[in-house]
């Protein structure tokens, strides 16, 4: 009589535990069976490590909580593989009858990576990658990959949702979370780091107990992280206009927006000589319709260099609104920005300096009247997507936006809010502002 199959992969998850390649990250989309395929994976399952007395496994989640579901899981599946296997509860840690061992950890905050410090492992696997916000852990994690034993290689595992930005360079992934590879060449020795999407549809475990139904119903863009698998759509937590962008996205005004010769394209500039520039160009419609037509991003460039590649554009310019620092004398040239682009010929106002909180309320209520061009202001959409604020590491509680590279792009869209009622078209008719007719319709 043949023993009974207590866990046999999907054909999904056999990809995963077959993988060779020096990382390879699971997942994308929810109910993938991720979690149980980085368990198994764990045991060396496709060269049985867990039979080599020198193997040693590192399984790691963000937080001891979600590590709890974790361990009930192998509590179940590894004394079905050994027998001889047993847990113990103060080291967190499986001992198998070989005298291998699998090891749990969590890091909570990034230096408690440093526990690891003089240890090696020959495979470490991190469940929910997305829950830690940078390389950090991960990288220095790789560094405790290391193999005593040349029948034994060295694997780095990860599991994750659609999620972080790093975690899409590492690996190549698209938009849409298709399968990629990365390969890098290390003096000779290739290195090869690979995805692979999984979906609730490839795990039948799930099937017919409503889960699908109930990822149905979330709004658009957690459903397209959690069943469609996509990555653009990425939320971040604490982001300041989270609310503001899924409105944007539902309303689908993320979309061709092409120039309308027959309005004033006007620019709104975060100035960053030594870091990053940022300029959106924006027309104002009908009913104070904001058309976000482009944007410009770069780092370390001078400013006519700004100039020319906004003079190629063919727009039909107003005004170019930035920000109080644009007053203040260069202390080399003893000009300021304002008048060296006033000496290119643009029109240039100068922002009065404000408060960061009351510029972000007044951003906050143009966003319903704001259509994003959804190739040309990519760069400005991510920007508003991912610009958040700082997380007190004791409270959780939200401090102060972050400075970093959404920063740039979100505080000109900050400065866009606070001048946009001095965007017009041309025909002034009683107002106070008058602007020179360029003529370049
Ligand atoms: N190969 C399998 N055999 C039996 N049950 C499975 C298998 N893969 C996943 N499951 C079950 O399906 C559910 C979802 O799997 P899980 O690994 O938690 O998904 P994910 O981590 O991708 O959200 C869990 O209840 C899990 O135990
Ligand atoms: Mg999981």
Redesign the pocket.
Known sequence: MSEPIL????DK?SEFLSATEDEVLFGGA????????IVIDALGAAFDGWKNPRYRALLIRRSFPQLRELIDRTRVIYPAVDPGASFKEADKAWEFSSGAKMIFGFCERDPDVYQYQGQEFQWIGIDELGHFPTAFVYEYLTSRLRSPDKSLSCYMRA?CNPGPKWIMQRFGITKGGQASLVQLDVEGRIFKRRFIP?FLSD?R??EGTGYRERLLQLPDAERQMLLEGRWDVYDVPSAVYKDEMRQVRDDGRIRPVPHDPMLKTHTVWDLGFADYMSVIFVQRGPDGVLRVIDYLQDNRKPLDYYIRAMNAKPYNYGTDFIPHDGASKHFLTGKSTKEVMEAMGRNVIVLPRTDVDEGIKLARMVFSRAYFDDRKTEGLIEALQTYKYGVNGKTGAYTQPVHDDASHGADAFRYLAMCEGQMNNGDWGSQKLTYPDMGII
Do not use: C, I, R, V
């Not at 866990?7 to 999907?10: D, F, G, V």
């Not at 929810?30 to 395929?37: L, N, P, Q, V």
């Open positions: 866990w046999q992969p999907t998850q929810a109910g993938g069976g991720k979690s149980d395929a599991t999984s795990n475990h799930l």
